[in-house]
């Protein structure tokens, strides 16, 4: 039977759904609503996917009318992140299951709302941890499930995001906490999951430091950086590399550049001008109940993109090392190349990190082995299709354990929001302090 969904935010990650509703899954699912304070970006969506036909546009602010009266059966959440509780939370009285995008919420408020909804509706309510489902990340999920490194003792974790991905979170509404939370909420929500995946452990402690030590209005004063364009796309020199020009994007004139009329919405802001008030250095240390302890750091300025996480247990180690991009270059002007391979005249061979992605597993006393990983392809390491199958088809048998509800949800941003409270305070944060309301079950602690 054909499900009948609703969407609310249409901004760039949207446009997943959007085209899956529109061509590969229009067979399991119709989109029968859409909403978005900004009529431009429906517009713009709307020509992009003629597809879905023309689904009912409405106020935001009614999304529980209209989950009443079109009979909506879930409702997709692609807001910005402080939004999503409001929105889940209106779905769920309304009647409709939810779908939204990490992290569930970005503040203890937040996650008391979804949890009191969820269980006095009885809704389901499926957080979209896509890196799950990337073969090369289930892959570790099977070594340490199957018991060959023994009882896991530790994680080392490192995610470096580039000067492309990196710094793009300076210039859009992530920049400012209370939008998103900051990178410990709003990006390693994705990092925390997997560990709590992996390892199948619950945080309880969490010590956090860091700043804003590369982007922002004094890092660029102390480096000499001189006078900074205030925007990319009207001020900026091409010559730039920190410099987002959206007038070369399709997507981005379409979706915001030429919809800045309806809102003022400026998501081409420059990284290095005052107002920032997130993170791009981060270091964490969390305790899991079970008595294990991870140590994780973000960098959101690297001249490459990956991670590596080692996972340490009572017989023997995990390591899996991926490189996403391997660089980011310039072109003749200055301006940024975020794939090298269309200007391979700009890139030294031998002196490119190549993309790549290895997991190597090595009992005590026994030579180290390779672990295959399965070739994938698609956004998020092969994540992003699986995901919207298992959304919009159901999910089928599932045993790694792919499917996220709102309690998985929970024990990934809690890690985050016990951070923040750590680099507020300077001193470690129990997940068990933590004002969670009837959420508190789902670390572990008490309603």
Known sequence: MTRRFAL??????AQMYLGALATTHADVGTLVAWADPNPGRLDWSAAQHPELGEPRRFDPADLGAVVREEKIDSVIVTTPDFLHAEFVTAALEAGADAIVEKPLTTSEEGIRQIAEAAERTGRKVTITFNYRYSPRNAALKRVIASGEIGEVTSVHFEWVLDTAH??????????????????????????????NWWTNQVPSRVYASGGLRFYGAENAARRGLGDRPARGSIDAAASDPFALDMRSDEKLRGLYLDQEQHDGYLRDKDVFDSGITIEDNLALIVDYASGATMTYSLNAHSPWEGYTVAVNGTKGRAELTVVERGVVTTDETGGTVVDPSARPDLVVADRARPESESLVMQTHFSPAREVPI????????GGDAMLLDDLLRGAGDDPLGYTADWTDGVRSVVVGVAGNASLASGLPVSIADLDLGPAARAVGGER
């Open 166 to 195: 990196g710094a793009d979170y300076f210039r859009r509404w992530h920049r400012e906490k209370q939008n998103s939370g900051g990178l410990l909420i709003h990006k390693s929500s994705h990092h925390f999951d997997l560990v």
């Open 8 to 13: 609310i935010g249409t901004g760039s990650r």
């Open 374 to 381: 399965p070739v994938a392809e698609g956004g998020h390491g």
